[in-house]
Nanobody, 117 residues
């Protein structure tokens, strides 16, 4: 059973930075496209960024382009989300997941990111 563990969240002032990590237990992440998502209170979960298995292709939500960078280290079974120039509207629980057969699966418990004004 694959389960991801997100970490790196916290409280930061607007304009600050955080780096989130997503580590998989047991099985390797290396064959999967990986995605980061977030869910703010009272809102639906939304796509943030994705990266293919080799790291050669990435995609970002318009709201985070130029501020967030997704990367991966397959040797460490870990995917990262570097978040710079954080804004209060980035406050959410951040999740990572694997894309399997066209849908995202293996959701972790999430990590809370809170950005104060």
């Amino acid at each position: 059973q694959v389960q991801h563990v997100e970490s790196g969240g916290g409280l930061v002032q607007a304009g600050g930075s955080l780096r989130l990590s997503c580590a998989a237990s047991r099985r390797t992440l290396s064959t999967y496209t990986m995605g980061w998502f977030r869910q703010a209170p009272g809102k639906e979960r939304e796509f943030v960024a994705s990266i293919n298995w080799s790291g050669g292709n990435t995609a970002y939500a318009d709201s985070v382009k130029g501020r967030f960078t997704i990367s991966r280290d397959n040797a460490k079974n870990t995917v990262y989300l570097q978040m710079n120039s954080l804004r209060p509207e980035d406050t959410a629980v951040y999740y990572c997941a694997s894309e399997v057969a066209g849908s995202y699966q293996h959701w972790g418990q999430g990590t809370q990111v809170t950005v104060s004004a």
